[in-house]
């Protein structure tokens, strides 16, 4: 690194003295070294002691069902075919309203599959009743 040794005219310089820049980057690392250790304190934490809780005998019921989405544009619900209508009024039947139950559909696609035919399958199955819709995929075995 190159240093300028005087002579010129006596001027303002553009260069940036370094030393001072140094001085205070290496005083402020020393005092984070020190500093940082006094902080890592341990904190005491009160926690409110622990009830116990009477489960229910038996869980809620989770209806769960798969719509299948052919390329052809046929519907599946769990393996038997159906049109739209026999979908709408099976999962109506199935997702009747049940307090406790999660009322979920699932629904698998072939990658030929129309994309409006799945999303009118969606929506028969969200109008049905079912409040959680998800997509199943399956993996490829090489």
């Given at each position: 690194?190159?240093?300028?040794?005087?002579?010129?005219k006596?001027?303002?310089?553009?260069?940036?003295?370094?030393?001072?820049?140094?001085?205070?980057?290496?005083?402020?690392l020393?005092?984070?070294?020190?500093?940082?250790?006094?902080?890592?304190?341990?904190?005491?934490?009160?926690?409110?002691?622990?009830?116990?809780?009477?489960?229910?005998?038996?869980?809620?019921?989770?209806?769960?069902?798969?719509?299948?989405?052919?390329?052809?544009?046929?519907?599946?619900?769990?393996?038997?075919?159906?049109?739209?209508?026999?979908?709408?009024?099976?999962?109506?039947?199935?997702?009747?309203?049940?307090?406790?139950?999660?009322?979920?559909?699932?629904?698998?696609?072939?990658?030929?599959?129309?994309?409006?035919?799945?999303?009118?399958?969606?929506?028969?199955?969200?109008g049905?009743?079912?409040?959680?819709?998800?997509?199943?995929?399956?993996?490829?075995?090489?």
């Open positions: 690194m190159g240093m300028a040794v005087g002579g010129g006596g001027g303002v310089r553009a260069d940036i003295n370094m030393t001072p820049l140094i001085d205070i980057v290496l005083v402020l020393i005092i984070f070294m020190v500093l940082t250790p006094m902080m890592l304190k341990e904190l005491n934490a009160n926690t409110p002691k622990s009830e116990e809780v009477k489960l229910p005998d038996q869980p809620p019921s989770t209806d769960i069902y798969m719509v299948e989405t052919k390329a052809d544009g046929k519907l599946l619900l769990n393996g038997t075919p159906l049109g739209d209508n026999e979908l709408f009024d099976k999962l109506k039947e199935g997702l009747a309203p049940k307090p406790d139950s999660k009322r979920i559909v699932f629904f698998k696609t072939d990658d030929d599959a129309g994309y409006g035919r799945v999303v009118r399958a969606m929506d028969l199955a969200r049905a009743g079912a409040k959680t819709l998800g997509v199943a995929s399956a993996t490829k075995k090489d």
